[in-house]
């Protein structure tokens, strides 16, 4: 430390820049720990979104058999409705009269 004095270096400037570093050392643990919090909520939102992809198929499936007839409230879960070719009910000609 004398000798570091004679270039004018004091004591009170040593333990500035060494509480300055501990400082930082601690901010960069914190950034480290944000950041890999970060990424775990990441994966826990991308696991959910899977997951509510896969509902959200087998519900596409299961109201399109349901709710056939009625395209209407397929189209109100958003669904497109294509239109079709029905089958037209055969009237016998005795019931047409």
Known sequence: MDRMQRFG????????????????????????????????????????????????VEFCKLARIAFQDTPQILESFGMVVYASKRKRKVVPQEEAA
């Open 9 to 56: 270096a004091e004591q009170a400037s040593f333990q500035q820049n060494a509480a300055a570093a501990e400082a930082l050392i601690a901010l960069q643990a914190k950034r480290y720990k944000i950041k890999g919090d970060a990424e775990h909520s990441t994966q826990e939102k991308m696991r959910a979104i899977k997951a509510l992809r896969v509902w959200y």
